[in-house]
C-alpha cells in the first residue's frame, strides 16, 4: 500500500511539530489564566492558519513509501552522527546542550538558580517536548526504589533523538516538495546536496596566515579559518553544533518558501522561530518583511491591496504578533548577556587582538571579500540568469554578501547562525538549477562548475563526519559524549565585577524581570 501525502497535511504535520514547543511554554512557565488565555489562542490560529482554511494545493506531492521509508532512515542516520541522543560522538557544545537538557528535566518549571538568584533564560523551545515527557516518566516511575535519577535523563535523550529526527524528516519532506521532485533518485540526490552543501572552506585555509602549528584531523572546525570575519557553516556542522536552532529554522524557512502566497500566516511561522532559534529569525525575517513589500506593491497596482491587507491582519497574526511576541520577547530579553555587551566585547577582544596582534582595516576588508567569495560567489554567478527575476536570489544574494561586512568585528555567532535560513534557501535555488533538465545541455559550463565547487564544499561537512569518526575509532567506544558540566548551576557565579559569567543562559535578579515579576508562575 503506497503512503500519500499533499501540501496541506505536509503543512499541518510541521505546523504541529514546530508548534509544540511554544504551546508547552506557554503552558508550563506562565501564571494560570495567562497560559490559559494565550494557549487557547495559539492553538485556535493553528486551526485557523492550518486546518480550517482550505486554500491549498491538495495535489499528492509524494505516493512512495520506499522514498518514505528511506528518508526517515537518513534523518535518524544523520541525527545519530550528529551526537544527538548521546549514542555517537557529540562536539564540546554539547557540554552545555546536555546541562541545559539536564536541568529542563531535574528542575521545576520555570527554572529558578536560587543559590544565586538567576533563572533560566534561553532558547530551550527545541527541548522541551522531550524534556516534558522524560519529567513524566520520572514522576510515574519516581516510587520505584530500582529507578535510577539518572535514567530520567536518558530517556529524554532517546526522546530528543527520535524528536530531532522527525523533525530532520519533515525538513527533508517539504525540501522535496520546494523541488517538486517525486522520484527516489532525485530525492536521495537532493537529500545529498542539502546534508554536504557548503562553502569552499578547505580552499580558505590555505590562506597562509591562517595555518595553525598542528593540523589535527579528529578535531579541526574547516569553517574557523575566517574566525575574524565570520562564519557560513554547512548544513551538517548546523546539526552538529546547534541542532536545537538548526532544525526548527530549516523547518520553518521551508515552510514559508511552499506557502510564500500565504502572508496571513507569516507572524505564526515569525514567532515559532523566534522562540526556538531568535538568531535564525533575523535571516528569516528579512524574507518575511521583502516579501510582504514585494506583494504589496503588487496588490497596490492591481488595485487588490484592501483583500491582501484583510490576510496581513489574520487572526494567525494578530495573535502572534499583539499576543505571543511579546511575552517570548520578555523572555528572551531578560537574559544577562542582553543588559551587558561584556561577553560579546571579550569575545571580540579575543579574536581580533589574540596571539597574532592587532590586524589593520584594510586586512578585514580583503579577508571580508575573499570570505564572500568563497562562501557566496560561487554559487551566486552560475545561477544568475536563471533567478535574475527572483525575489528570493536578490534577498539571499544581498543578505549573504553584505552580512559580514555589517557584523565583522562585533559577533561572529550572529553571523554564524543569522544566516541558517538564508543558506538554506540559497540551496534550494543551487538545487533547483541542477534539476531542470535542459541547463545541463545549454549550461553545461556553468552546471559542471556548480557540481565542482558542490564537491569541494562538501569537504567541510565531511570532516564534520570524520571528527567523530576518528575520536570513536581512538576511545573505541561509541559513546563518547559530552557531558561534563551535570548543571548549569555548578558553573553560574558572580564575578569581581558582579556581572554573572555565563550569562547568556540566564537572567540575573528574575524578580525584578518584567517576564518573571508579570508573567511567569512562581
Known amino acids: 500500500m503506497n503512503l500519500k501525502i499533499n501540501l496541506k497535511t505536509l503543512n499541518q504535520l510541521s505546523v504541529i511539530y514546530i508548534s509544540v514547543p511554544l504551546l508547552i511554554f506557554l503552558i508550563t512557565w506562565l501564571k494560570p489564566y495567562i497560559a490559559i488565555i494565550s494557549s487557547v489562542l495559539f492553538v485556535y490560529a493553528i486551526y485557523i492558519g492550518y486546518f480550517k482554511n482550505n486554500e491549498v494545493n491538495l495535489k499528492s506531492l509524494l505516493n512512495s513509501k520506499s522514498i518514505f521509508i528511506t528518508t526517515l532512515l537518513i534523518s535518524f542516520l544523520w541525527c545519530y552522527f550528529a551526537g544527538i541522543g548521546g549514542f555517537w560522538y557529540q562536539s564540546s557544545d554539547y557540554n552545555w546542550r546536555n546541562a541545559i537538557f539536564r536541568d529542563l528535566i531535574n528542575y521545576s518549571w520555570p527554572i529558578y538558580y536560587k543559590t544565586i538568584d538567576v533563572a533560566m533564560v534561553y532558547y530551550m523551545g527545541f527541548w522541551l517536548p522531550s524534556a516534558l515527557i522524560a519529567k513524566i516518566c520520572s514522576f510515574v516511575f519516581s516510587h520505584m526504589s530500582a529507578f535510577p535519577k539518572h535514567f530520567s535523563f536518558f530517556i529524554g535523550n532517546e526522546i530528543l533523538f527520535v524528536y530531532s529526527a522527525l523533525g530532520v524528516f519533515l525538513t527533508f519532506m517539504n525540501l522535496f516538495f520546494a523541488l517538486k521532485v517525486k522520484k527516489i533518485g532525485k530525492v536521495l540526490l537532493a537529500i545529498c546536496i542539502f546534508i554536504f552543501f557548503s562553502g569552499m572552506d578547505v580552499i580558505g585555509v590555505l590562506w597562509p596566515i591562517f595555518y595553525e602549528d598542528t593540523f589535527s584531523f579528529s578535531h579541526y572546525h574547516l569553517e574557523w579559518w575566517s574566525r575574524f570575519v565570520g562564519q557560513y557553516s554547512s548544513n551538517t556542522t548546523v546539526l552538529f553544533w546547534v ?27 515569525a514567532i515559532l522561530c523566534f522562540f526556538c532559534a531568535p538568531l535564525p529569525f533575523v535571516g528569516l525575517s528579512i524574507f518575511l518583511i521583502m516579501y510582504f513589500i514585494k506583494d504589496f506593491i503588487l496588490k497596490l497596482k492591481s488595485g487588490k491591496v484592501s483583500n491582501y491587507l484583510k490576510k496581513v491582519f489574520s487572526f494567525g497574526n494578530i495573535v502572534s504578533i499583539v499576543f505571543i511576541t511579546p511575552i517570548v520577547f520578555l523572555y528572551l530579553t531578560s537574559n544577562a548577556s542582553m543588559s551587558s555587551d561584556a561577553n560579546s566585547f571579550i569575545h571580540t577582544n579575543a579574536l581580533l587582538h589574540g596571539r597574532r596582534g592587532s590586524l589593520p582595516f584594510s586586512y578585514f576588508f580583503i579577508l571580508t571579500l575573499y570570505f564572500v567569495l568563497l562562501e557566496v560567489f560561487i554559487y551566486l554567478v552560475p545561477i544568475y540568469k536563471q533567478y535574475k527575476k527572483n525575489i528570493m536570489y536578490y534577498i539571499a544574494s544581498l543578505f549573504l554578501i553584505l552580512w559580514p561586512f555589517i557584523i565583522n568585528r562585533r559577533q561572529t555567532e550572529f553571523c554564524m547562525r543569522s544566516s541558517i535560513p538564508v543558506l538554506v534557501i540559497l540551496c ?29 564544499g562538501s569537504v567541510t561537512p565531511t570532516f564534520e563526519f570524520a571528527r567523530g569518526i576518528v575520536v570513536v575509532s581512538y576511545q573505541k567506544t561509541v559513546f563518547v559524549s559530552a557531558d561534563d558540566l551535570k548543571s548549569l548551576e555548578d558553573h553560574l557565579y558572580y564575578d569581581a565585577f558582579g556581572r554573572v559569567t555565563n550569562g547568556n543562559f540566564v537572567a540575573e535578579f528574575p524578580k525584578e524581570k518584567t517576564f518573571f515579576k508579570y508573567l511567569a508562575r512562581e
Open 243 to 269: 541542532f536545537n536552532q538548526g532544525i526548527p529554522a530549516w523547518l520553518i524557512t521551508l515552510m514559508f518558501y511552499n506557502n510564500r502566497k500565504k502572508v496571513e500566516n507569516f507572524g505564526f511561522l
Open 428 to 456: 534550494l535555488l543551487v538545487t533547483k538549477f541542477l534539476f531542470r533538465k535542459y541547463n545541463f545541455k545549454r549550461n553545461k559550463i556553468r552546471y559542471l562548475f556548480l557540481c565542482l565547487c558542490l564537491m569541494i
